[in-house]
Every structure is written in structure tokens, then in C-alpha cells.
Nanobody
């Protein structure tokens, strides 16, 4: 079992910045893929950014050039730096940890943190 605790959400004006943090209960090196998803009202959950196999990074096209995912291995923490925020970035952001064990895939989720971009 993996516990994920997010923080850093809030209300920000368009063009502003926020940094989300996700602390894991186990070493990041034990996790095959870790990243951020978001879910806006009335929409499905979508991938925002993810680090897989410790060094492969993927971003959603909608956030490329604006968001940066990074990690602090010593603190078992993953960050999402969000710049040039737009109203369409408004959503609940979830930290996700994915682990592969043989043929099984295990997904763990944080409780979510609200990001609201509005003037």
C-alpha cells in the first residue's frame, strides 16, 4: 500500500503560478511511474505529467512549456510547477503512483487538491 499526500492547490489569477507537492509513503525508487492527473467538473480524469522508470517524462499537450514535473528523491516528493495558468487548468489535481508486480498493475491515488484559476 502506498499513501500519497498532496498539497499546494489554491486560487490563482490567470497567468499566475502554483507548485503542487506530493509526498509518498515509500521510496520513489520503488515506484514505476509517478505523476499528476486532473479532473475538471463534468470531465474525465486526464494525465497532466508523469515520470516513468525514473527518467522518462511525459506531459499532456495542453501543459507542455508551462508545467514542469520534478522530484526530490531524498524527500520522497514529486512536484508540479505550474506557470502561465489558464482558466481551463481549473480542476482537482491528483497524485498517482503506479507499480507493476508481474502481470498486475497497482494504481494509488492521493486525495486530490483543488486548483482554481480565475480573476
Amino acid at each position: 500500500q502506498v499513501q500519497l499526500v498532496e498539497s499546494g492547490g489554491g486560487l490563482v489569477q490567470p497567468g499566475g503560478s502554483l507548485t503542487l507537492s506530493c509526498v509518498t509513503s515509500i521510496s520513489i525508487f520503488s515506484i514505476n511511474a509517478i505523476g499528476w492527473y486532473r479532473q475538471a467538473p463534468g470531465k474525465g480524469r486526464e494525465l497532466v505529467a508523469r515520470i516513468a522508470n525514473l527518467d522518462s517524462i511525459n506531459y499532456a499537450d495542453s501543459v507542455k512549456g508551462r508545467f514542469t514535473i520534478s522530484r526530490d528523491n531524498a524527500k520522497n516528493t514529486v512536484f508540479l510547477q505550474m506557470n502561465s495558468l489558464k482558466p481551463e487548468d481549473t480542476a482537482v489535481y491528483y497524485c498517482n503512483a503506479r507499480m507493476y508486480r508481474g502481470i498486475n498493475v497497482y494504481d494509488y491515488w492521493g486525495q486530490g487538491t483543488q486548483v482554481t484559476v480565475s480573476s
